[in-house]
């Protein structure tokens, strides 16, 4: 059962990002200042400005679905995972995601995509304590052409792992490296692909070694009012202690104009289908990503 303070938590997400999504389909009519995002400013041409400005609210929500799209986003994921542990604890985690595109010639994009943890975690037994602070630092760089390759958007290059924990508890101790892939395609609205890496660690002075596989089939919807319906997974299997974790993500998100600058919120349900002994059994997301569209 879900404690108060949980149910209080479930509840105030849901409640805040209700009032968000609320606000976003009353100003789709009212045109206040709160509006729905554009990717750039519309077009000054005659009578297909309008036009041209729903097209491009819809190209910044499409490229948000891309997890290597030519956009500069600053994602700010905020995560509780529930019944861990024979304490039932709970572990925060706040993954603040950086996504910054280059061009590095005619044909070719160089997106770098790292992952920073910040964690609260819980004592998950009698005796064990608790922990805070930094997690270790994922870096991913992918190698894309700017052109779809037979309709696939891809991507491909190496990913790092460094040992930025500053609690044991959080972290691996080790430095890692391995290949990481991304492919998906973009068609009628949905958005459908997979993103995945290998990573073996290589030095360090933590206790255990580092070979984990993460795979991330995903799938989207946008509808025309810039909401998103997706699911995917976030899967890891531990090739040393040789066990899976598998969470289901069910997630909405819409985008929104605040300020004058586009930005997308985002609320989660999370199962976890398989997991290791003592592994969370369900989870919460909440997510703000900052846009920085080029102009």
């Known amino acids: 059962m879900m404690t108060t303070h949980t149910q209080y ?21 009212s045109h206040a200042r709160l509006t729905l995002a554009a990717a750039e400013p519309a077009s000054s041409g005659g009578g297909g400005a309008g036009h041209d400005e729903q097209e491009e609210k819809a190209e910044l929500a499409k490229k948000l679905n891309n997890p290597i799209s030519n956009l500069i986003s600053v994602p700010i994921q905020n995560n509780w995972d529930f019944g861990i542990g024979s304490a039932n604890a709970m572990r925060y985690t706040a993954n603040i995601q950086p996504v910054i595109p280059m061009s590095i010639s005619e044909d070719w994009n160089l997106i770098t995509r790292n992952i920073l943890p910040v964690i609260y975690a819980e004592s998950p037994a009698p005796g064990v304590r608790s922990a805070w602070g930094l997690g270790d630092l994922t870096s991913s760089l992918f190698f894309s052409p700017k052109q779809p ?3 696939w958007i891809l991507g491909a290059g190496p990913v790092f792992l460094w040992p930025t924990a500053t609690d044991s508890m959080l972290g691996s101790g080790q430095f890692g490296l391995g290949p990481t892939v991304v492919a998906l395609r973009q068609e009628h609205g949905f958005t459908y692909g997979i993103l995945a890496n290998q990573i073996w660690s290589y030095a360090g002075w933590g206790d255990n070694n580092v070979s984990a596989t993460f795979l991330q089939p995903f799938l989207a919807f946008t509808t025309k009012t810039y909401t998103t319906f997706a699911i995917n997974s976030e899967s890891t299997y531990n090739w040393e202690a040789k066990d899976w974790t598998v969470p289901l993500n069910f997630q909405i998100a819409q985008l929104l104009k605040v300020g004058g600058k586009p930005v997308q919120f985002q609320l989660g349900y999370r199962y976890y289908a398989e997991k290791p002994s003592g592994g969370p059994d369900w989870g919460l997301r909440f997510a703000v990503t900052f846009l920085f569209p080029k102009t």
């Open 149 to 151: 390759v037979g309709g």
């Open 9 to 29: 938590l479930v509840v105030a997400l849901v409640c805040a990002f209700a009032v968000s999504t609320a606000q976003a389909q009353s100003e789709l009519q």
